[in-house]
């Protein structure tokens, strides 16, 4: 009996070791490159030796975890480095996926953090010549500087007419996350030509390779385009209204008539002061004692408001009232009716593009080589766990293994040090910025998304003025669709706000426009006082 037991029990292990190495086996076998950085890099990677590329990479830890990375170790440097690939990868056949981890832990103030994804290079090529014109196949992950906030996915493509490579970039790609986390970026390239774009395991992004809405500019080119040669005919007629040839002013109308009249039946308020000023000479002000009569003139004491007539109705000379001219028309002009000539707005006319071509599918360069070359202004940016894979759940498999536990060991303590330093505010703005980043990438506002970025950069560095920033990002998108809804004639209001917002973030102190129209009156006031001075030594 016992023999039987343990006949089964070791007929049960080698099932489940079977079963354990074939699942090992089909893993490896979708793993096309994966590098961890548990090792130091020296010898794997190679630093390019071109001059521009000062910046130090070195192996270190994550901070907070005994996981190792490769780290770029100063700021304002720019940095190349790269890896050769034993076997290139092909993307034509099947699924490919790109994925890697970044990890901004002095956060993200300026520079790139993508990889790129080299095709063979030219004969005579090596990793030590790396460098910005080192030809890549697709170049995918974050970038953040001023307006620039995006996770790139950029493939350089063969036209197969003309030969030459096009960049194509992928139209309103995700933000990149504002924090110091542990981050993973995935891109997902299908068989039916789909890409989809992934930031902690989350799409954020689908596209097609083959539709010109998702891709600047389209792989494939347009069928027909204007013809250059075509020009406009001299009396093509475009206005859609023009002045009624026939119509004429009439005999009545006064052109020269003022807008305003006086109004002859007003009557002056009784207790009105005739003979009282507006303004009299302040009786507590006295002449200064450094006052010199030969070099300042002689002194006159500044003015106030007359205490007399703040009980009256008014005081002076009183004058009746303006009001509307009822036979005021203002300047006679024609009224528009349809232009009998009128063609509509000229357009060349289409003709065959020369450059069209048809695909079935994107004609990918293998990747050879990944590499990074990028400009930062921080230090404390990490690489990690760099996945090249055909099949999803490996990649998947990946980010539950490697970045999700350190993921929310970072989290948790996030959370601790916000609660710490501000009772759960920082962790209630970081939701606030989160959504008005999304916000700034909504496309009808891309032409106001360089001051809306602007805004939320300083109003991090101030957490104190995230309110006022919320209400003005509310006032720009609300502004912008008035002026989407109604022609455009709204739209100073929020760039009012803005920069009343953009004043804040620049002070906090002052940050009202209360207080700086409080500051001007004030100053305005001691010029008034200082005015019979002036005036006095002018006229010496």
Request: charge should be negative; proline fraction near 7%.
């Amino acid at each position: 009996m016992e023999e039987s037991k343990r006949k089964i029990c070791a007929q049960y292990a080698l099932l489940l070791f079977a079963c354990y190495f074939f699942s090992q086996l089909y893993a490896s076998s979708d793993v096309k490159f994966y590098e961890s950085f548990d090792e130091a890099f020296d010898g794997r990677w190679i630093v390019s030796e071109k001059e521009e590329y000062s910046g130090v990479w070195k192996h270190a830890k994550s901070e907070g975890h005994d996981d190792y990375g490769l780290l770029v170790s100063e700021k304002a440097r720019k940095y190349a480095i790269v890896k050769e690939l034993d076997n290139a990868v092909d993307l034509k056949d099947g699924t490919v996926v790109l994925q890697y981890e970044v990890r901004l832990q002095d956060g993200h103030e300026c520079g790139g953090a993508y990889l790129k994804y080299l095709r063979p290079q030219e004969a005579g090529w090596t990793a030590k010549g790396f460098d910005n014109e080192s030809p890549y196949t697709i170049m995918f992950g974050p970038d953040k500087c001023g307006s620039t906030n995006k996770v790139h996915f950029i493939l350089k493509h063969k036209n197969p007419k003309s030969g030459e490579y096009v960049e194509h970039h992928l139209k309103f790609p995700p933000s990149v996350p504002a924090d110091k986390l542990t981050h993973v970026y995935t891109a997902v390239l299908k068989p039916n030509n789909d890409v989809l774009i992934l930031v902690d395991g989350e799409e954020k992004k689908k596209a097609n390779f083959l539709s010109s809405d998702d891709f600047e500019p389209p792989l494939i080119p347009a069928e027909t385009i204007p013809d250059p040669e075509d020009k406009k005919p001299e009396d093509w007629d475009e206005r859609a209204k023009i002045p009624d040839p026939d119509a004429k002013k009439p005999d009545d109308w006064d052109e020269d008539a003022p807008m305003e009249i006086e109004d002859e039946v007003a009557e002056k308020p009784e207790g009105w002061l005739d003979d009282e000023p507006e303004e009299v000479d302040d009786p507590e002000a006295t002449k200064p004692e450094d006052w010199d009569d030969e070099e300042d003139g002689e002194w006159e004491a500044p003015k106030i408001d007359n205490p007399k007539c703040e009980a009256a109705p008014g005081c002076g000379e009183w004058k009746r009232p303006m009001k509307r001219n009822p036979a005021y028309k203002g300047k006679w002009h024609a009224p528009l009716i349809d232009n009998p000539n009128y063609k509509g707005i000229w357009k060349p006319r289409d003709i065959p593009n020369p450059d069209h071509f048809d695909l079935d599918k994107p004609n990918f360069e293998p990747i050879a080589a990944i590499g990074i070359e990028i400009w930062t202004m921080q230090d404390g940016m990490l690489f990690d766990n760099i996945l090249i894979a055909s099949d999803e759940k490996v990649a998947e498999s990946y980010r539950k293994t490697a970045w999700k536990p350190k993921f929310d060991v970072e989290k948790e303590k996030q959370k601790a040090v916000e609660e710490v330093e501000s009772g759960g505010l920082k962790g209630y703005q970081k939701v606030v910025f989160d959504l008005l980043y999304k916000v700034a990438d909504i496309p009808f506002l891309s032409k106001h998304k360089v001051k809306v970025m602007e805004l939320l950069e300083k109003a991090e560095k101030q957490p104190n003025l995230t309110v006022g920033v919320l209400v003005s990002v509310v006032v720009v998108v609300f502004s912008v669709l008035l002026k989407l809804i109604f022609g455009g004639k709204k739209l100073q209001p929020a760039r009012a706000s803005a920069e009343t917002v953009t004043e804040k973030t620049d002070g906090a102190e002052t940050s009202t426009s209360n207080s700086q129209a409080t500051e001007e009156k004030e100053e305005q006031s001691e010029d008034a006082a200082a005015a019979p001075r002036r005036r006095t030594r002018r006229d010496n």
